[in-house]
């Protein structure tokens, strides 16, 4: 690959198309050329802070260009393409006035262009009549994506602190998402049920579940597949009287939190086969300024969680899951967060285990969600997980 000395970048809003020539060519340095009014500190503190974890030696100078200063715009070109022979133009961003005026001095000088898109991957490379197309596909990861946008993920995420993708996790995840299925609508019941007495039942032994099976109802259900299923173990009926332990922890928190199943199922279908989606995280905890308070830095964080992200090269696909009722407020919450952290090469979807009904309600519902350009995944229950990975390979 060609050795880039000094690559000028044409500031964009969208931040992932400031950074790809960073990331292929790795430049000794790199020069901005925006205006006053988007290239803002804190969006330049955001790409350097992203150098600085993907490509640590690249220099990079930010300069203001007037927005109404053609003849200004034409002169710092001039001077830029003097003192930096060999220098390479990246046209991806851009305002109409610096565009204006590298085409007006393109007939004095012999400019290399290039330009790289994001969603398709392709490079265009501009040498004075010649003009070549080629494919480069190059990776970020969600964390680093999550840092260009001005924010961290925290060590809250549960890719980070709650969940450990083990071969035999994997394998209970699949068990209990059968179970999940079996019971369908009752499964949040269910669960809620045992987790609220398992919560407030008297602790006669360390480790051990004791619930009276009265109180469980229907629930009882639920107790009896999962040890059927091999999730329970230790379990014994004196009288009315259960007792019993989880199987892990991770099994004991999927039943105390009824949704983590169907997260932790769109999961592990879509990272089964790691070359279908280059990064996943689950349970993503975003800081929005990426400034993280404590004791020793007071403040007021805003953050938001998303269910699932995965990444597709450069494009990132916001994923929340719904095990239960849905209403449009997470269709807002999706679309401010993908908005934020994925700009208009994120891709979103609603993902829902039970199916939607016919309702007007839910025809407003699914014609709003088109509107945002969210998908809906509905009736997962009744999907088998080669239905639901077709689903994600298409968005």
Known sequence: MERVKVLVEFYSEEPIENVMAMIKYRPEKII???HKDNMITKKIHDIKHFRDSKCVGTELEFIEVPKDDLDGAIEL????????PGVRFELTGGSELILIALGCIAARYDISKLRIDPFTGKEIDIRG????TSDYHFNISIDEDIILHGGLLTDQTGSFCDWHFTDSFCSDIRIMWDICRKFKKNWNKYCGILDELQKNAPRIREGFVD???GPLGDAFALVQALREEGMLKDYSEHGKLISFRFKNNSIRKIISKAGNILELHVYEVATRDGYLFSDAVIGAHIDWDGEIH???NPGYDTMNEIDVILMKNVCPIFISCKNGKVGGLALHELETVSRKFGGKYARKALIIGP???????????RQRARDMHIWIIDDVFRMSDEQLLSHLKRI
């Open 32 to 34: 901005f050329l925006g």
């Open 77 to 84: 070109l001039s001077n830029i393409i003097r003192d930096n």
């Open 129 to 132: 009549q010649s003009v070549n």
């Open 211 to 213: 619930v009276y099976r």
């Open 294 to 296: 404590d004791i020793n």
């Open 355 to 365: 199916a939607l009904d016919q309702t007007t309600g839910t025809m407003y519902f």
